[in-house]
């Protein structure tokens, strides 16, 4: 049974250009949450998707925006990429919405210069 | 969320067991505590959670006082695998479904 899956694994960009990284949930979950980790910080939620939308969102500016795809999988957009962007951004999915287990990827390691 | 309070690193000897602690003084009735752990630059691994009641699965074992104010995360045996920063979270119920990670306690198992 595969866990969540994401890709890429690791990837370098340019100041103000535009990343896509992609989520794909644990088999039967069908909520993905995206989140950022900063070198030496915990994990900060961007945002959950559910059924298509996006359900709860947290401190991020709107260059940062999602997608969910009926197979469950997800996309995080960032767009003009800033250097502060950098970071480990982790992919979790669970059963639902408030599902009690929450599963997480390894994460894309994004390194904007 | 109510926040939580971790020391922010533990030292424990390989076999022995790990007692994490976690203080949770503002807890609500409807908030579940958390434990996950991060191995370095590895993803967030789950570990357990509870409500009220102690829960037990393979991984370890989480105590919770009965004022539900503080929680201990129990590794039995400790392996140098286990070194890792350890999470503890609260999360409540609802339609807030966001887990909020602090800074953890990073514990070192040596052998």
């Known amino acids: 049974d595969a866990g969540v899956t994401q890709s890429p694994t690791h990837l370098i960009k340019t100041r103000g250009q535009q990343v896509t990284l992609r989520c794909s949930p644990k088999s039967g979950h069908d909520t993905v949450s995206w989140y950022q980790q900063a070198l030496g910080q915990g994990p900060q939620f961007i945002f959950q998707y559910y059924e298509e939308e996006e359900r709860q969102r947290g401190n991020f500016p709107d260059r940062f925006s999602g997608h969910q795809f009926p197979n469950y999988s997800s996309e995080l957009n960032v767009n003009a990429l800033l250097l502060g962007d950098s970071a480990l951004y982790l992919c979790?999915?669970?059963?639902?919405?408030?599902?009690?287990?929450?599963?997480f990827g390894e994460g894309s390691w994004l390194t904007v210069v | 969320d109510a926040k939580t309070t971790q020391p922010p690193s533990m030292d424990c000897a390989e076999g022995r067991a790990a007692n994490l602690p976690c203080n949770h003084s503002t807890i609500s009735g409807n908030e579940y505590v958390y434990w996950y752990r991060q191995i370095h630059s590895q993803g967030p691994q789950y570990i357990i959670h509870?409500?009220?009641n102690n829960e037990t699965n393979e991984m370890a074992s989480l105590i919770i006082t009965e004022d539900r104010k503080s929680s201990t995360l129990i590794l039995p045996h400790a392996t140098l695998r286990d070194t890792a920063v350890y999470y503890c979270i609260v999360r409540s119920g609802g339609s807030n479904y966001k887990l909020t990670f602090g800074k953890g306690t990073l514990l070192t198992v040596n052998p």
């Open positions: 979790a999915s669970s059963l639902d919405p408030s599902g009690n287990t929450i599963y």
């Open positions: 509870g409500l009220k």
